[in-house]
């Protein structure tokens, strides 16, 4: 007989004891009060962070929310996209969807030593990330949703997979739908995730090729594009993902794509006039905010999921920027 807690028992019992009250770290679960203990003010920390860091740059609120879908779509929301690359070690800001595109580190930067001060090595870069994003769309006037917290960050990144795993502005349907799936988002989600572009802007190579070659365009529309983008150069010159409202988290989008005004080729895709159930959707969202907000805050509940690291996986990282 062995004993445990002061009781007796066979060793196959404590066993079997001991299995169901210390369940190895790795299958730990997220949870939205994964840090009401080990660190309470957490949350308000980056939240006040975030929303002084918009009003100073709106622009900044669509960068955050970007920040995290790129990290979720390489190796699961786990902070690779923040390290930088060192002697022995190439990461994945330098991946073609994310070259001199990603904005938004230092902002993350400064909430992480903000958290370090009030509890040290508790708070995941990944978490900041995730809670940066939602923050940012509540401060732009979006939906609000609650994030489920404990992911940890990784010791690894792949550019590589940046570069093939985020979906490009040139997609087309097919492919946008392909991409989300392969990360257990169904199209629906897609949709409803794709609204992340009424806010943000784009570089003029990024949709050059749509305003002077696409025919599924309204002309007036591209005509005003083309004034700030020109055939053969700018190619860095910025236009707002959504020209209606384009800092401010509406459903200004999708009545753009359905006016045919929609920036990315990628993005017009989304409705083609085709009658499918994407095109609906976007229908759908056009004319009812409520809907989309709601769509939009679950899909983002489900992305934030994806292969989070858990339990004793990766490392609380003490500067996003490298592994401890």
Same mark, same amino acid.
């Given at each position: 007989?062995?004993?445990?807690?002061?009781?007796?028992?066979? @060793?196959?019992?404590?066993?079997?004891?001991?299995?169901?009250?210390?369940?190895?770290?790795? *299958?730990?679960?997220?949870?939205?009060?994964?840090?009401?203990?080990?660190?309470?003010?957490?949350?308000?920390?980056?939240?006040?962070?975030?929303?002084?860091?918009?009003?100073?740059?709106?622009?900044?609120?669509?960068?955050?929310?970007?920040?995290?879908?790129?990290?979720?779509?390489?190796?699961?929301? &786990?902070?690779?996209?923040?390290?930088?690359?060192? *002697?022995?070690?190439?990461?994945?800001?330098?991946?073609?969807?994310?070259?001199? *595109?990603?904005?938004?580190?230092?902002?993350?930067?400064?909430?992480?030593?903000?958290?370090?001060?009030?509890?040290?090595?508790?708070?995941?870069?990944?978490?900041?990330?995730?809670?940066?994003?939602?923050?940012?769309?509540?401060?732009?006037?979006?939906?609000?949703?609650?994030?489920?917290?404990?992911?940890?960050?990784?010791?690894?990144?792949?550019?590589?997979?940046?570069?093939?795993? @985020?979906?490009?502005?040139?997609?087309?349907?097919?492919?946008?739908?392909?991409?989300?799936?392969?990360?257990?988002?169904?199209?629906?989600?897609? =949709?409803?995730?794709?609204?992340?572009?009424?806010?943000?802007? =784009?570089?003029?190579f990024l949709f050059r090729a749509r305003i002077y070659n696409d025919t599924n365009?309204?002309?007036?529309?591209?005509?005003?594009?083309?004034?700030?983008?020109?055939?053969?150069?700018?190619?860095?010159?910025?236009?707002?993902?959504?020209?209606?409202?384009?800092?401010?988290?509406?459903? &200004?989008?999708?009545?753009?794509?359905?006016?045919?005004?929609?920036?990315?080729? *990628?993005?017009?895709?989304?409705?083609?006039?085709?009658?499918?159930?994407?095109?609906?959707?976007?229908?759908?969202?056009?004319?009812?905010?409520?809907?989309?907000?709601?769509?939009?805050?679950?899909?983002?509940?489900?992305?934030?999921?994806?292969?989070?690291?858990?339990?004793?996986?990766?490392? @609380?990282?003490?500067?996003?920027?490298?592994?401890?």
């Amino acid at each position: 007989m062995a004993s445990f807690r002061g009781l007796s028992c066979s @060793i196959a019992l404590c066993s079997l004891i001991i299995s169901f009250f210390f369940v190895p770290l790795a *299958s730990a679960q997220l949870s939205p009060t994964f840090y009401n203990t080990s660190c309470p003010n957490a949350l308000s920390i980056i939240r006040t962070a975030v929303r002084a860091a918009v009003a100073r740059d709106r622009r900044m609120g669509a960068s955050l929310l970007r920040l995290h879908f790129h990290d979720c779509f390489v190796q699961g929301c &786990d902070a690779s996209l923040l390290l930088d690359d060192t *002697s022995t070690f190439t990461g994945e800001k330098t991946a073609n969807p994310n070259n001199n *595109s990603l904005r938004g580190f230092e902002v993350i930067d400064a909430i992480k030593s903000k958290l370090e001060s009030a509890c040290k090595q508790v708070v995941s870069c990944a978490d900041i990330v995730a809670v940066a994003a939602r923050d940012s769309v509540v401060a732009l006037g979006g939906p609000t949703w609650t994030v489920e917290l404990g992911r940890r960050d990784s010791t690894t990144a792949s550019l590589s997979s940046a570069n093939t795993d @985020i979906p490009g502005p040139t997609a087309d349907l097919r492919t946008l739908i392909s991409s989300f799936s392969g990360k257990g988002l169904s199209a629906s989600d897609m =949709a409803a995730l794709s609204g992340a572009h009424t806010i943000g802007q =784009a570089r003029c190579f990024l949709f050059r090729a749509r305003i002077y070659n696409d025919t599924n365009i309204d002309p007036s529309f591209a005509s005003s594009l083309q004034s700030n983008c020109s055939s053969s150069g700018g190619d860095n010159e910025l236009s707002p993902l959504d020209s209606t409202t384009p800092t401010v988290f509406d459903n &200004d989008y999708y009545a753009n794509l359905v006016r045919e005004r929609g920036l990315l080729h *990628s993005d017009q895709q989304l409705f083609m006039n085709g009658g499918g159930s994407v095109e609906s959707q976007v229908g759908s969202y056009a004319t009812n905010s409520a809907k989309f907000f709601s769509d939009f805050a679950s899909a983002m509940v489900k992305m934030a999921s994806i292969s989070p690291l858990t339990g004793s996986s990766g490392e @609380i990282r003490i500067n996003c920027r490298k592994i401890n």
